[in-house]
């Protein structure tokens, strides 16, 4: 008898390609960053007009970056033609992820009683960058308005908004649990590089800090123990990088390669090899942080 076909896996299929797209990008850089430098906008849906999130940002990144897609807009094959757009002949499409939510009847074993619950089932959705379509032309409403301000001063306001303690000094960032402080080093010693300004250096460099600040037991009291236990300090790394590249993108700022990327990607890359749901995890929470740490400036938290 034939082989019967082995069933699809989204989880492993995209972190397998996050991992790829992590070990060809270099020592230094890592795959949300592009190799001039520039980060990425957030990938969009051109039906619904609303950005992705977690590890679809991820996902489409990646693809993004192997093909050099010129456009953050993305959409099914059928979204595509109900937009009178045609994907051209060949195109490979991009993986994103999506949960389909339904009922389940469970038996307490105590009690014999009959209860409902819901359980989650992972779907693999293929969508196709407007690079790859005929007949789209980008308007303005299509896309998400750019951001009419000066992204420094967008990104000095968000800060303040968070609340968060910070206080410049030292000649390294972190943030201090013992005493919920985020310890930068001055801003004039942030140099940039040939594609980051001295001030995006110290902005994303900041982003990556409020993140962890985020996870503070006041706040999303994110404790990653449980899940992943010797590993967590790895995955918290991960998240805090993730969300660190997710503010950049939404505030208009180029992150900064940094060199102490490389002891924590070695990390990285063997929690995701040998955890299949462990980007997902890290997308999610890195997701979560950036939304709550936008909403403080909403003042909608």
């Not at 390609?17 to 270099?26: F, L, S």
């Not at 051109?46 to 050099?68: D, H, R």
């Not at 059928?78 to 949960?99: A, P």
């Not at 800060?159 to 206080?167: D, N, V």
Request: glycine share 6%.
């Amino acid at each position: 008898m034939p082989r019967s076909k082995q069933k699809f896996d989204v989880h492993q299929e995209i972190t397998n390609r996050i991992v790829d797209a992590i070990e060809t990008a270099g020592d230094f850089r890592l795959p949300w960053i592009k190799n001039n430098g520039d980060s990425f906008a957030r990938p969009v849906n051109v039906a619904s007009k609303n950005p992705y999130n977690g590890i679809n940002i991820v996902s489409l990144w990646v693809s993004a970056l192997a093909s050099e897609f010129p456009s953050n807009v993305w959409g099914t094959y059928r979204q595509w033609q109900e937009k009178d757009c045609q994907v051209r002949k060949g195109e490979k499409s991009s993986l994103v992820i999506f949960y389909k939510s339904f009922e389940v009847e469970d038996v307490n074993e105590q009690t014999g009683e009959t209860e409902i619950g819901e359980r989650r089932i992972a779907r693999a959705s293929r969508v196709f960058n407007a690079g790859q379509v005929e007949g789209f032309e980008t308007e303005a409403e299509e896309l998400p308005e750019e951001p009419a301000f000066d992204p420094i001063k967008r990104a000095e306001k968000f800060a303040a908004a968070t609340g968060a303690k910070i206080e410049e000094g030292g000649d390294r960032a972190c943030f201090i649990p013992s005493v919920d402080m985020i310890r930068m080093p001055e801003r004039r010693r942030f140099t940039g590089t040939d594609t980051t300004t001295p001030a995006e250096a110290y902005y994303s460099t900041l982003n990556h800090e409020l993140v962890h600040w985020s996870g503070g037991k006041k706040r999303l009291d994110r404790d990653l123990s449980g899940r992943f236990g010797n590993e967590a300090y790895a995955i918290e790394e991960l998240i805090a990088e993730l969300g660190a590249a997710f503010l950049c993108a939404d505030l208009g700022i180029t992150p900064e390669p940094r060199e102490d990327h490389a002891c924590y990607i070695k990390n990285w890359l063997a929690v995701l090899k040998n955890d299949k749901k462990a980007i997902f995890a890290a997308a999610a929470k890195a997701s979560q942080a950036t939304t709550w740490l936008l909403d403080q400036e909403k003042g909608t938290a």
